[in-house]
């Protein structure tokens, strides 16, 4: 606007009057209300280019979240599967277990009834033993026996085969060779 159109305003607003002084303020409102938008406008521009910037920065983050949620699911579903072969594995080992705590028994009882026969067949042993050592003894008293017997024969034999010479001598020839 030049000044010759504030001249040309103003002596519009004079013959106008009150309406013309209502008229120029609504006129000056609008003009600065126009300037506010204006404003308001670059404002809003300036908002939506961050708005555009922060919703890429969003979009990239949602995406990459997205991508780090199917890698923590791919990672969960694999502790999964370890989780499934580790509890295979106990109850495998568990039945382990089992089947050596039976043969664990099994043999413990088998070495019961072992030890069981073997001290049946050491008294066995025992009473035959004592049996031997019965004989054993009762055959030394009989060699003792004998030596004694042996000795006495010994001791008589002498004078036996004397009283013999005599008696031989005495007998007739012809008794003497049959």
């Given at each position: 606007?030049?000044a010759?159109?504030v001249?040309?305003?103003?002596?519009?607003?004079?013959?106008?009057?009150?309406?013309g002084?209502i008229?120029?303020?609504?006129?000056?409102?609008?003009?600065?209300?126009?300037?506010?938008?204006?404003?308001?406008?670059?404002?809003?521009?300036?908002?939506?280019?961050?708005?555009?910037?922060?919703?890429?920065?969003?979009?990239?983050?949602?995406?990459?979240?997205?991508?780090?949620?199917?890698e923590?699911?791919?990672?969960?579903?694999?502790?999964?599967?370890?989780?499934?072969?580790l509890?295979?594995?106990?109850q495998?080992?568990?039945?382990?277990?089992?089947?050596?705590?039976?043969?664990f028994?099994?043999?413990?009882?088998?070495?019961?009834?072992?030890?069981?026969?073997?001290?049946?067949?050491?008294?066995?042993?025992?009473?035959?033993?004592?049996?031997?050592?019965?004989?054993?003894t009762d055959?030394?008293?009989?060699?003792?026996?004998?030596?004694?017997?042996?000795?006495?024969?010994?001791?008589?034999?002498?004078?036996?085969l004397?009283?013999?010479?005599v008696?031989?001598?005495?007998?007739?020839?012809?008794?003497?060779?049959?």
């Amino acid at each position: 606007m030049g000044a010759g159109d504030v001249v040309f305003v103003a002596e519009q607003v004079r013959a106008a009057g009150i309406y013309g002084a209502i008229i120029l303020v609504l006129m000056m409102v609008v003009g600065v209300l126009s300037g506010v938008i204006a404003v308001q406008w670059r404002h809003s521009n300036k908002v939506y280019g961050y708005r555009l910037a922060e919703r890429d920065t969003l979009n990239k983050t949602i995406s990459e979240s997205k991508t780090a949620m199917r890698e923590m699911l791919a990672s969960m579903e694999d502790r999964n599967d370890i989780t499934k072969e580790l509890s295979a594995v106990i109850q495998k080992q568990a039945a382990t277990f089992e089947i050596l705590i039976e043969r664990f028994r099994n043999w413990f009882d088998n070495m019961e009834k072992e030890h069981v026969r073997q001290a049946a067949v050491i008294a066995a042993q025992a009473e035959a033993m004592r049996q031997i050592v019965g004989i054993i003894t009762d055959c030394r008293n009989a060699i003792t026996n004998t030596q004694t017997d042996v000795s006495e024969i010994k001791r008589v034999m002498p004078t036996f085969l004397q009283e013999l010479k005599v008696v031989i001598d005495t007998l007739p020839r012809r008794a003497r060779r049959a």
